[in-house]
């Protein structure tokens, strides 16, 4: 059965610190590996990522695939309070009719 | 050009019942997809249409089932309500040529009494 899997499930950090967020995947016919931001309701798009050890930046926010260890990264560094929001992982299907999201990592940001 | 707008926002239902809700994809966006999202959960896709047909389907049972229309709006209608059909279902638009880059809209919050 195709699952994403996210680690941490919660974190909570200080602003200006620097964070991880870890997202692992078994998906069959897996094509892309998607970061949304969700902060209240709507995820929000960050990345999509289909090539390993290519990085993929915006501001403050990176992240990496590595398809061989089935594996995505997200960094955040120099983190502000409007970072907190929920970090969603999704593996992208061929065909693209589908999408297998994870559980999502928490992120709290303190000021 | 317009997001996706999702209505009700909120809605308390009874077991038994039968729920339509409805989504209008961003403008340009072909495809729409399902989703229902439970407390603490990721987003688990219910189904996607494309061209007004059906065009995959996750793992949920057959009273849950959808329209899409020639303007590329759709519907998701659940009949006989669960309990544990209480969740925010997202609905989702994208271009066919790039379907996985999907736009969210805001939702809409079911509660089953």
């Known amino acids: 059965e195709d699952k994403v899997v996210q680690s941490p499930l919660s974190l909570v950090v200080h602003e200006g610190d620097t964070v991880t967020l870890n997202c692992s995947y078994e998906?069959?016919?897996?094509?892309?590996l998607l970061w949304y931001k969700q902060e209240k309701k709507a995820p929000t798009f960050l990345f999509m990522l289909t090539s390993s050890g290519i990085e993929k930046k915006s501001g403050r926010l990176s992240s990496i695939l590595d398809k061989k260890e089935l594996f995505s990264i997200l960094n955040i560094t120099a983190t502000q309070t409007g970072d907190s929001a929920v970090y969603l992982c999704?593996?992208?299907?061929?065909?693209?009719?589908?999408?297998?999201f994870g559980a999502g990592t928490r992120l709290f940001v303190k000021a | 050009e317009t997001g996706v707008t999702q209505s009700p926002t909120h809605l308390i239902k009874t077991r038994g019942q039968q729920v339509t809700l409805r989504c209008s994809s961003q403008s340009g966006h072909n495809t729409v997809s399902w989703y229902q999202q439970a407390l603490g959960q990721g987003p688990q896709f219910i189904f996607q249409y494309y061209r007004e047909e059906e065009n995959g389907r996750g793992n949920f049972p057959p009273r849950f089932s959808g329209l899409q229309f020639p303007n590329y709006s759709s519907e998701l209608n659940v009949n006989a309500l669960e309990l544990d059909d209480s969740a925010l279902y997202l609905c989702?638009?994208?271009?066919?040529?790039?379907?996985?880059?999907?736009?969210f809209g805001p939702g809409t919050r079911l509660l089953v009494l």
């Open positions: 998906v069959t016919n897996f094509r892309s």
């Open positions: 989702a638009s994208s271009r066919t040529e790039n379907q996985e880059t999907q736009y």
């Open positions: 999704a593996g992208g299907l061929t065909g693209g009719f589908k999408t297998i």
